[in-house]
């Protein structure tokens, strides 16, 4: 039972994780990123269909992205997606692709990136933490029910609390590349 648990609660935290790394990849570094732009969607013949399933997303340089479509008569919908996704990028539409220049970001705009990274990634502490309370939750109904005694109780918390210091410490790594990668000019 407190193997299945353990592997249960080493999930959760896996999950979040993962989570975790795909909500930062959202957020722009000054760097041109396909998984910025992941959540811009397009009318495609009334469906709304994300851009990288209706065209070839590249990034030529780090600095700028290419889109060009699989249908040239989608042009107008990715470019309309893009301007109404507010990703602070203007489409500059040469009839056949569409290009994207990521603009530098100023040093306030960095300092604001780092924030929400900050946000993100307590988020993710927080949700770490609570598949440690479900865990032990659940060993302590299991003492209770006298399932299990009371040093597989302990034996139990203590290596949830080892599995949890170290997925906190993947978290805090992987926040601080993503906010040194943001302030890196």
Known sequence: MLADLKKRTQDKMEKTLQALQAELKKIRTGRAQVSMLDNIRVNYYGQLSPLNQVAAISCPDAKSFLIAPWEPSILKEIEQAIVKSD?????????????????????????????????????????????????????????????????????????????????IKKVDQIADEKEKSIMTI
């Open 87 to 167: 990703i602070g990028m203007a489409p500059i539409n040469d009839g056949k692709v569409i290009r994207l220049k990521v603009p530098d970001l100023s040093e306030e705009r960095r300092k604001d990136l780092v924030k929400q990274t900050k946000k993100i990634v307590e988020d993710a502490r927080v949700a770490i933490r609570m598949a440690r309370r479900d865990s032990n939750e659940e060993v302590k109904k299991a003492l209770k029910d006298k399932a299990i005694s009371e040093d597989e109780s302990k034996k139990s918390e203590t290596e949830t609390q080892k599995l949890t210091d170290d997925y």
